[in-house]
């Protein structure tokens, strides 16, 4: 009987140790269909993440790209501004030259040759001469309408003297 009762007893022990495998199985595979869920969930809001990062990325890449439009347009409407501020200080230096050109000739009349511009060259000379004249058919033209409003004086003619 010891023998029979231990065999029982093995026997029990077995199907407690097989229900016990079972169970533990079973809380196994829940276990494992709980970490699948999570893990799918995971991997949709991974995925969600990535189309979102890739959209974002997208979205720095164009802005990227507008900023370097606009800096080099930037740089090329500050390249036009230098040459414009270049072409108006040439502009403005030209002027004063031609002004000064232009006053020195109609003031030379009347004043002696300068040091300064005892070295002139062949277009200033001819500036010169052009202001010479200008200046004698000015003074005719004004000696000629002060002589025709009045009476001419006997010594005096409209034609201007050789010194003029």
């Known amino acids: 009987m010891a023998w029979e009762l231990a065999g029982y007893a093995i026997a029990a022990a077995a199907a407690g ?44 890449e164009d802005a990227i790209r507008a900023s370097r439009q606009r800096m080099q347009g930037f740089a090329t409407f500050a390249e036009g501004a230098r040459a414009i ?19 020195d000739c109609l003031t030379s009349p009347f004043h002696t040759a300068s040091p300064s511009r005892e070295a002139d060259g062949e277009p200033v ?32 003619s409209a034609e201007p003297s050789e010194g003029e």
Do not use: N
């Open 125 to 156: 000379r001819e500036l010169k001469e052009l202001g010479r004249k200008l200046w004698a058919l000015w003074r005719r033209r004004t000696d000629g309408d002060e002589t025709s409003g009045s009476k001419p004086d006997a010594g005096t």
């Open 85 to 103: 501020g270049e072409a108006a200080q040439t502009a403005a230096r030209s002027a004063m030259e031609i002004a000064e050109l232009y006053r």
């Open 17 to 60: 140790i097989a229900i016990a495998i079972a169970f533990g199985i079973a809380k196994a595979v829940r276990a494992l269909a709980r970490m699948e869920a999570v893990l799918d969930r995971v991997g949709k809001e991974a995925e969600s993440a990535l189309r979102h990062c890739r959209k974002l990325s997208e979205e720095a």
